[in-house]
């Protein structure tokens, strides 16, 4: 019988000012997203939502995690909010933030869970903001510090870390086009040393981790991007998918996997680079590329993706194409061919640290929240992962995007990614008909996928 390799990890994800809540409590120093979403007259968050309570996670954690252990679930990643470890960034540690964690992490294993810790999900202090954010080189060693405070008060319970996910939308969504915090505008040219500054901030970071933990540590990151696949699986368009999805000199640049792996494990920029990036570079001081630290693994967001014909031209989607709630296309192919194109170019082991579609759920007559279009999404998907690992890709794990139903950004509660379905009015947590079907695929180590298909 088919099924995933021994010790493939199954979890789920979840990061802190999506679920948390308690945004001022126990000393907690204010983040970019509590100010963006806190503007009154901004409109920056749909429906004027922020993330003041979110899931409440912050005094339910102990719920949540006895939810996930009833579901099968074998590894959590969450994020830890900076400023709530360290409320100005770079000053005095909050022990009380720490305390939060601390039980967090307990609970997890005293329920067989593996914590797997993500260090930035987005929510940076103000205070670091107020002096330039990531354009300002001084965040580099705050953020290693930062680390090297985590990794040395988990010593002994956490050894899987990832440094910062998604600089993509940090750089693009938070400096280019404004649409996340911070909240500016900046040139393409400004984007690329916000990229530069976060590449080593990572290395940093990942060296501070080292120091501490030693050989027991492994320190990923986790990007997102641009991710092709072809639209017939011939050698000729594997090579054209391939070419198509590290390729920098078509539309939307920053959103690609390169620029940041490119700069940690190849210790350049592609040849394909714009003329703002080259510009860049050329400002970026020689010892900076000694700086680079290849991570352990690199950590794969991935929700959709673009098919290119043989010559690696974008493939038109016809009229009535598949979408998720929040109109995402539907196409399960990815999930083969970017892990392949991602382990051809960088030779890394891979995990899936997000993968999930956002639905129209609600709660049912029966008081249940019935979601086959969720469970047929990941069916799909799983099985797509399935091929890569059969063609030799080394993916150690699959996290599924999200636990919960939370805070989604700039498009506030309207939103629903989780498996476990929260209302918000009451807080009530209801396991969605995808969390007894993940449970299921979890126990027979994926086999159930393919009794199904």
């Known amino acids: 019988m088919k099924a995933f390799p021994e010790n493939f990890m199954w979890g789920v994800a979840c990061a802190s000012y999506q679920c948390e809540g308690a945004w001022d409590e126990d000393g907690k120093g204010p983040s970019i997203w509590d100010d963006f979403c806190h503007d009154p007259d901004a409109g920056h968050i749909r429906d004027g939502d922020t993330g003041d309570v979110a899931c409440d996670s912050y005094h339910r954690f102990r719920e949540d995690v006895a939810l996930m252990k009833e579901h099968g679930v074998r590894a959590y990643r969450f994020s830890i909010s900076w400023p709530r470890v360290i409320p100005d960034g770079d000053g005095a540690v909050n022990e009380a933030g720490l305390r939060y964690y601390n039980e967090l992490v307990d609970e997890l294993l005293r329920s067989g869970i593996e914590p797997l810790i993500t260090l930035y999900h987005w929510d940076l202090p103000s205070a670091l903001q107020d002096k330039g954010g990531w354009l300002n080189r ?25 440094t910062i996910n998604e600089p993509q939308c940090i750089t693009v969504l938070g400096y280019g086009s404004g649409e996340h915090a911070p909240g500016l505008r900046l040139s393409e040219e400004k984007q690329a040393q916000v990229y530069h500054h976060l590449a080593l901030a990572h290395s940093e970071a990942q060296r501070r981790i080292k120091a501490v933990l030693g050989d027991t540590a492994l320190v990923g990151i986790v990007p997102c991007g641009r991710l ?5 699986d011939t050698p000729e368009a594997r090579e054209s998918a391939y070419h198509a999805t590290f390729d920098l000199s078509r539309p939307r640049w920053g959103f690609t996997f ?22 860049f570079a050329a400002t970026i001081p020689d010892g900076d590329w000694d700086l680079m630290e290849t991570p352990d693994f690199i950590g794969v967001n991935v929700y959709n993706g673009e098919a290119v014909d043989r010559n690696g031209a974008p493939v038109k989607r016809c009229p009535g194409f598949p979408l ?6 539907v ?12 382990y051809r170019r960088y030779g890394l082991p891979l995990c899936i640290t997000e993968n999930g579609q956002s639905c129209n759920d609600r709660v049912f007559l029966d008081g249940q929240v019935h979601d086959p279009d969720r469970i047929d999404f990941l069916h799909r998907y799983l099985l797509e992962l399935h091929k890569a690992i059969q063609e030799g890709v080394p993916i150690r794990g699959y996290l599924q995007w999200s636990f919960l139903d939370n805070f989604e950004w700039s498009q506030g509660y309207s939103e629903r990614f989780g ?15 995808s969390a007894r079907w993940y449970r299921d695929v979890i126990v027979s180590n994926g086999a159930l996928l393919f009794a199904e298909a």
């Open 228 to 232: 092709c696949y072809p639209e017939e």
């Open 258 to 279: 390169n620029i940041i792996l490119d700069s940690l494990i190849l210790r350049r920029y592609d040849d394909s680079a714009p003329a703002p990036v080259r510009r």
């Open 331 to 342: 196409t399960p192919e990815v999930m083969h061919y970017g892990p392949l194109n991602l």
């Open 138 to 162: 001084d965040i580099i060693p705050a953020f290693g510090r930062y680390a090297e405070i985590v990794a040395e008060f988990f010593r002994g319970r956490v050894n899987k870390y990832m």
């Open 419 to 433: 498996i476990i379905y929260v209302d918000y009015a009451t807080l009530q947590r209801i396991p969605k008909d």
């Open 324 to 329: 998720t709630a929040v109109k995402w296309p």
